[in-house]
């Protein structure tokens, strides 16, 4: 992911799990981790800020 300013690639700050569909048995479980990134450009106006988020859906093994 880059930075909308300045076109810069993002740096990963954070990352969490998240789980849907564990509710109900009728709806399939799936497991997405999330990543957040923050510009990396000390020149640029979002540096050290989050310019977005990125979900990828892992695999559950059964």
Do not use: W, Y
């Not at 981790?33 to 059964?62: A, M």
Request: some cysteine; aromatic content about 4%.
């Amino acid at each position: 992911m880059n930075c909308p300013k300045c076109g810069m690639e993002a740096m990963i700050s954070a990352s969490h799990n998240t789980v849907t569909g564990d509710a109900s048995p009728e709806t399939p479980t799936k497991l997405f981790r999330v990543l957040t990134f923050q510009c990396r450009n000390p020149q640029c106006e979002k540096f050290g800020k989050e310019v977005g988020q990125q979900r990828l859906e892992q695999k559950i093994e059964q």
